[in-house]
């Protein structure tokens, strides 16, 4: 199982361009969520799907935009990048099992907007 | 409230000394409190988590100490090791009808020294 996988891993964009940044699990999780980090702010919470099919607004969800394309995938699109988007950005997915309750990550696209 | 403050922002310990972290919420609806280790590069993955009822949890040298009254939560690595160093993190479990949310606190960044 490669668990958590993203794509690209860095990338450079210029003020007013568009990326997506793709996601995808193989482990046959229901929910999938995006993060970004930066220093001294921790994680915070994009949007999330809680299944395929359905998406959500987190903590910041303003200048992005998602798609669950089906149960693996999850990509977040910037539609026109701002300096403020300069960020680590992480795809995660989880499980609710027997009680138990995980999210894993990706390993991560440090994105860069100049 | 749905924030989780957590201190120190860093942390610098010897060789085979005790690293603490402390986390604190609001939110008394939050029902699993997990930490996350996050080394240079790579995506967070979980390293302990405990649930509201219960005090105390040990997974070897890693402890977490639960403090339901006071809502604080916090972190003991014994015996610390280099290989220790990371970033860590703090998080709380929001339910909601369809899924899961973490709420992350800011991290804490571990080094030890030999």
């Known amino acids: 199982n490669a668990g958590v996988t993203q794509t690209p891993k860095f990338q450079v964009l210029k003020t007013g361009q568009s990326m997506t940044l793709q996601c995808a699990q193989d482990m046959n999780h229901n929910s999938m969520y995006w993060y970004r980090q930066d220093p001294g702010m921790g994680l915070r919470l994009i949007y999330y799907s809680a299944s395929e099919g359905t998406t959500d607004k987190g903590e910041v969800p303003n200048g992005y935009n998602v798609s669950r394309l089906n149960k693996r995938e999850f990509s977040l699109r910037l539609e026109s990048a701002a300096p403020s988007q300069t960020s680590v950005y992480f795809c995660a997915s989880s499980i609710r099992d027997r009680g138990l309750y995980e999210q894993y990550f990706g390993p991560g696209t440090r994105l860069t907007v100049t | 409230q749905q924030q989780v403050k957590q201190s120190p922002q860093s942390l610098i310990v010897q060789k085979g000394g005790i690293s603490i972290i402390n986390c604190a919420y609001e939110n008394t609806a939050f029902d699993y409190f997990p930490w996350y280790q996050q080394f240079p590069g790579k995506g967070p993955a979980l390293l302990i988590a405990?649930?509201?009822?219960?005090s105390e949890k040990k997974e070897g040298r890693f402890t977490i100490s639960f403090n339901k009254s006071a809502k604080q939560f916090s972190l003991h690595i014994m015996d610390s090791q280099p290989g220790d160093s990371a970033t860590y993190f703090c998080a709380a479990r929001s339910r909601s009808y369809n899924t899961d949310k973490l709420i992350f606190g800011t991290g804490t960044r571990l080094q030890v020294f030999p």
């Open positions: 405990i649930r509201p009822d219960v």
